[in-house]
């Protein structure tokens, strides 16, 4: 029912940023909650960011600050901006959606934050 795509992770330096990016296709309603999640070996998936279609934006406390949730000009699509990378940032990230029924999760895209 929904295909989501992320890109944008890579290899970057402590310090450096990334710009992450996500979009939905299929059945999409106007009412969404869209965010990225990460998982890191060994740990569990955590939330990092989220937007409502309304523009109101939830951060994890490890990354208020440095990253930055937005939404594209449609319902569907929504970016991550990483800045003040961190090694402790080093996940893969995935995108979600969240409307009726059940969240829609994106294949993941890798970060790493290395020197």
């Known amino acids: 029912q929904v295909d989501i795509v992320e890109s944008g992770g890579g290899l970057v330096q402590p310090g450096g940023s990334l710009r992450l990016s996500c979009a939905a296709a299929?059945?999409?309603?106007?009412?969404?909650?869209m965010g990225w999640y990460r998982q890191a070996p060994g740990k569990e998936r955590e939330l990092v960011a989220t937007?409502?279609?309304?523009?109101?934006?939830t951060y994890a406390d490890s990354v208020k600050g440095r990253f930055t949730i937005s939404r594209g000009n449609t319902t569907n699509a929504v970016s991550l901006q990483m800045d003040s990378l961190k090694p402790e940032d080093t996940a893969v990230y995935y995108c979600?959606?969240?409307?009726?029924?059940?969240?829609?999760w994106g294949q993941g895209t890798q970060v790493t934050v290395s020197s």
């Open positions: 299929g059945t999409i309603f106007s009412y969404n909650i």
């Open positions: 979600m959606l969240r409307q009726r029924g059940p969240d829609y």
């Open positions: 937007i409502t279609s309304g523009g109101t934006t």
